[in-house]
């Protein structure tokens, strides 16, 4: 029995898969940070050019 628990103990197997596991949730968490820091100057550009957009093609802009 004893030597089932040392077996247990000496068996790193499982230690690629967290190291994954870790790598993954760094690169999500680290993606949320870059969206909500950005997100906003993305919003208020998308902003100014559908403004943009919205009012040339209400002055009779002709793409022609």
């Known amino acids: 029995m004893l030597n089932h628990f040392k077996s247990f103990a000496n068996?790193?197997?499982?230690?690629?898969?967290?190291?994954?596991?870790?790598?993954?949730?760094?690169?999500?968490g680290l993606?949320?940070?870059?969206?909500?820091?950005v997100g906003g100057a993305i919003k208020t550009q998308a902003t100014a050019i559908a403004t943009e957009v919205t009012s040339d093609v209400g002055s009779g802009l002709s793409l022609n």
Do not use: K, R
């Not at 993606?31 to 820091?37: A, F, I, K, Y």
């Open 31 to 37: 993606g949320l940070v870059v969206m909500t820091t």
């Open 11 to 28: 068996d790193e197997s499982g230690a690629v898969t967290v190291d994954w596991v870790v790598l993954t949730a760094a690169i999500v």
